[in-house]
Structure formats: structure tokens, C-alpha cells
């Protein structure tokens, strides 16, 4: 299980962004897009209604304290493939309020909103950072406390468990840490290369690498994801999005001659021409 949290601006930007997705050209794409993010809200806390009523709800409060620039509060949970509809929403539900009695926005408003657009299931908190008393809920130190919320969280439902950022742990468990982190880079770059080597194309690679449990983030660049959600990005593995595809451009024009080679060699004629020039030389 892995947690983000960050602070913002707007609250109806990011509800929007989470119920909708991206913006899209057309209403039609958009409304593909919606369906795709397939949220759901499962969780309301001291606030209810429509996404618009809600965000009315939110700016309100939030007016008691006009000086406080970033009042959104926008935390994320990401859970692990194997632990793929192992939970309830009533459980992810819990694990929200369990979130916010550890950040203390626990009688703030919130609003807990599940997404199966990915992989891997996910969950996302929108609360409040001020209370209807005025007070601001602290952001302190908050990357170190959700990572151990999440580990609380892991043994509580019996999940997947996943290691701290390196900057939460004791020296002896970065070392323990940075030989298992080498040796799953070693075993997916032998992976990519093999897979590099039998594709022709960036999307036939991407389901090879998908077959063999990783996920591919493309984009500007590539990036690797395994099962224990360790990411590497293709330059990591000293494989550039740009140096991946140049070599497949060269294997599909090797490829091709090949192909023409092998269909030249096929034409009617050529095999009876080189069986005589055969004939011929050994006559001499």
C-alpha cells in the first residue's frame, strides 16, 4: 500500500480532475474518459450533496480562514495487484478515517472517492484543511507519518506490505534495501532486453513486459513498474524511450530485408539459375 498527500488551491479543480479525468476535446471523449476513471464516492464527512454542493459546502468553511493559501487537503492510497478486491469500500472507507484521526481533519469536512481506472485499485481523500472552529489541520512532517500509516494500515488488513522511502529508514536498511533494488533492476533489464529483441514496436513491447507482471508508464519517457511497485524509469536501466525505439526501427528495416531477401530468393527462376551456375562450376 502506498500513500500520497499533498496540499492545493482549488477545490472544485480537484474533485473535477477525480470525478472526470483530464479534460478532453470533445464530450464525447470526456464521457469515455468518466466512464474509464469509474469513480465512485463512498465516504462524506460533515458535507453531502452534488460535486458542486459539496464544493459550495467546502469553500464556506474554508472562508474562516481566508489567509491560509492551500486549504486542500488530497491524500491517495494505492494498494498492490495482490491485493486487488481483497477490501471492502467499507474498509477503504475506514482506512480514510483512520487517516484523518492520525492528520486531525477527523471533524473537517472530507470526502472519500474510490477509482478502478488502473491496475490496481486506489482511493482518494479531498478534506478540508480548516475546521468549522477556524483551525487549519498541520501539514507537518506529513511524508514520514503517511508512510507509517500505511505500514500500520498494511498489518491491520493483512496487505502487501511495502518499504518505507529510503529517507525514513536506518542505514543498515538502506544497504538491505539497495542489494534487493539491484537485484530487481538487474532481473528486469535481462527481461526488457529479451522482450526488446523479439518486439517491433513500442506497444508490441509494452504487452510483453505487461505479460511478464510489469506495468509501462509511457509517456516522454518509459518507465517499469513491478509487482512490489518499485519503479524504474528506461534511463535507470540504460534504456531511453529514444534509444528503445531507434533499435526497434532498426530490427523492422533488418527485418524487411530479410523478408524481400527470402521472397526474392522464392521467385520462379532464381533457385534453377543458381542449380546451373552450381552445375557449371563443378563441371570446370
Not at 43 to 56: A, E, L, P
Not at 214 to 239: H, M, N, P, T
Not at 241 to 250: D, E, R, S, Y
Amino acid at each position: 500500500m502506498i500513500g500520497k498527500i499533498t496540499t492545493g488551491r482549488n477545490f472544485r479543480g480537484c474533485l473535477r480532475y477525480l470525478h472526470e479525468g483530464r479534460l478532453q476535446e470533445s464530450e464525447e471523449l470526456q464521457l469515455e474518459e468518466m466512464v474509464k476513471k469509474q469513480a465512485e464516492v463512498i465516504y462524506y464527512n460533515n458535507c453531502f450533496g452534488t460535486m458542486d454542493q459539496v464544493v459550495t459546502q467546502l469553500v464556506e468553511v474554508r472562508r474562516l480562514n481566508p489567509k491560509l493559501l492551500k486549504p486542500v487537503l488530497h491524500a491517495s492510497f494505492s494498494f498492490a495487484y495482490a491485493d486487488a478486491a481483497l477490501l471492502t469500500k467499507q474498509q477503504k472507507a475506514d482506512i480514510a478515517v483512520a487517516m484523518s484521526e492520525e492528520f486531525g481533519f477527523d471533524q473537517n469536512q472530507f470526502i472519500v472517492i474510490t477509482h478502478s481506472d488502473t491496475l490496481h485499485e486506489h482511493i482518494h481523500i479531498v478534506a478540508n484543511r480548516v475546521g468549522y472552529d477556524g483551525r487549519t489541520a498541520s501539514d507537518h512532517n506529513s511524508y514520514k507519518r503517511m508512510a507509517q500509516f500505511c505500514r500500520e494500515m498494511e498489518k491491520r488488513y493483512k496487505l502487501t506490505p511495502v518499504l518505507n522511502p529510503n529517507r525514513f529508514l536506518t542505514p543498515t536498511e538502506r544497504m538491505a534495501i539497495g542489494k534487493r533494488v539491484d537485484n530487481r533492476k538487474e532481473l528486469l533489464r535481462e527481461k526488457l532486453e529479451a522482450a526488446i529483441s523479439k518486439s517491433d514496436t513500442i506497444e508490441a513491447l509494452k504487452i510483453r513486459m505487461e505479460k511478464q507482471g510489469y506495468q509501462v508508464e509511457l509517456g516522454r519517457g518509459i518507465a517499469f513498474i513491478d509487482k512490489k511497485l518499485v519503479r524504474f524509469k528506461g534511463s535507470q536501466l540504460g534504456r531511453s524511450l529514444a534509444n528503445i525505439t531507434a533499435q526497434l526501427i532498426q530490427q523492422r528495416g533488418i527485418a524487411e530485408q530479410q523478408k524481400h531477401a527470402q521472397m526474392r530468393w522464392q521467385q520462379p527462376g532464381i533457385t534453377e539459375k543458381l542449380a546451373r551456375k552450381k552445375t557449371k562450376g563443378r563441371s570446370i
